[in-house]
């Protein structure tokens, strides 16, 4: 039996205006995503526990099938395995975007223009990071970077209740209501205060200026945890599995429980990303005696962000015709071939609505698709309206996994 997971991050919505006051799962034209509803089990699932965050950490570690009220330790120690970085029992690894504020003479008068400085590029931003590095690093602290405007900073014994907010959460606000609170705050906000002064003036970010692109003037600095421990998936389910992601906290996620991690050249975790080369990866990685895939698209819930209408719904248009599509007739012309089941799970970590420009924790639409024909609760497409109307919901996302892999529907 072969299993792939089509995680596209973001892609519920609430209604949108400009789409007639539907959503982009609605007027997306998405034929494959449509068949798997209307051919197998649908219905609506509740990615995130009460009490945490809407989070693609915690909603993915659902959808992996981990509980994230007993595994979840933090956003940036999942990011910071995936890069590589030895984390040892008492570091508490931080989140550092590389974004764009506005200029104000008070700090905390300026606004966040963009969270990813125009996604600025990875060699571009190592330069800024070693920047960081000449400025605040010592015993204790030090930057790494990473990918694009990801990248963390490990503090050797440093506070975990640090009150910090992701800058994706509050585009085209102010910051001062959203500066660090809590243990650490006093030193958090002088790194960000401090970096504010010399990135902008950096060279990097004067030919930046020069290009029309956004520089990126401050390091923001969130999502702080530490080394989490989860059960290796292939001892849980007795199956080899790979992910697929361009974002450091899914591949993090992966490497935790135990999946191989699949770099895919051009994947970005934008609608520019390589969509065809996350495909033939999937491909690949079966055709290699891989059991299960995780295959996760950032893309949407980027254009959530950034209330991009038009983008989301071509972000959707594009995972259907260029992942689901040919990864589905791969594994259909090998059932033909060989005999060997398959089974699809299609569906998003968390709802990004585009009106809210954030991450909520509303239940969000699943579909399976069993090659045996094992489960049948169809829904008329593939959308949050008709997955909700088939009238099955299940509370705990964690328990999606056990749903494909091993009981069945009941």
Not at 25 to 37: E, N, T, Y
Not at 161 to 187: C, K, M, N, W
Not at 337 to 346: A, N
Request: aromatic share 8%.
């Amino acid at each position: 039996m072969k299993y792939i997971i089509f995680l596209g991050d973001g892609m519920a919505d609430l209604p949108v205006p400009q789409l007639n006051g539907q959503t982009p799962l609605m007027v997306a034209d998405k034929p494959h995503m449509d068949r798997i509803a209307r051919s197998g089990l649908a219905g609506l699932v509740s990615t995130v526990p009460a009490g945490l965050a809407p989070g693609s950490d915690t909603a993915n570690m659902a959808v992996m099938g981990y509980d994230p009220k007993v595994y979840y330790t933090g956003r940036s120690p999942l990011e910071a395995i995936s890069m590589s970085i030895d984390l040892q029992p008492g570091d508490i690894a931080f989140r550092c975007n590389l974004v764009t504020l506005s200029e104000a003479d008070c700090f905390s008068d300026r606004v966040m223009l963009d969270y990813s400085s125009d996604e600025i590029g990875s060699d571009e931003a190592a330069r800024l990071i070693e920047q960081l590095n000449t400025a605040f690093a010592d015993d204790e602290i030090r930057f790494y970077p990473g990918k694009s405007y990801r990248h963390c900073m490990v503090w050797k014994k440093g506070p975990l209740e640090s009150g910090l907010v992701p800058p994706h959460d509050i585009l085209t606000r102010q910051i001062g209501d959203y500066l660090p609170t809590g243990a650490g705050a006093d030193r958090l906000l002088n790194m960000m205060k401090e970096s504010s002064r010399f990135l902008a003036e950096h060279p990097v970010n004067k030919a930046r200026v020069r290009r029309y692109l956004k520089p990126a003037n401050t390091a923001w600095i969130w999502g702080q945890g530490t080394l989490p421990q989860l059960p290796v998936l292939a001892d849980r389910y007795q199956i080899k599995g790979s992910v697929i992601s361009a974002v450091d906290l899914v591949n993090g996620l992966g490497i935790c429980a135990g999946l191989h991690v699949v770099d895919v050249p051009g994947a970005t975790g934008n609608i520019h990303t390589n969509f065809e080369g996350k495909a033939e990866a999937a491909i690949h990685e079966f055709s290699r005696g891989q059991d299960y895939v995780y295959l996760h698209v950032e893309a949407p819930d980027e254009c959530g962000h950034r209330a991009e209408v038009e983008n989301k719904v071509k972000s959707i248009e594009l995972i259907d015709q260029h992942i689901v599509g040919p990864v589905w007739e791969y594994l259909e012309r090998q059932r033909q071939e060989t005999g060997e089941d398959y089974r699809l799970l299609l569906l998003p970590d968390h709802p990004t609505p585009l009106t809210l420009r954030t991450h909520t924790s509303d239940p969000v639409p699943f579909a399976i698709y069993s090659s045996d024909r094992r489960d049948h609760l169809p829904a008329a497409a593939y959308d949050e309206l008709s997955c909700e109307q088939t009238g099955y919901r299940l509370d705990q996302g964690h328990t999606l996994i056990e749903l494909m892999i091993r009981r069945g529907f009941k």
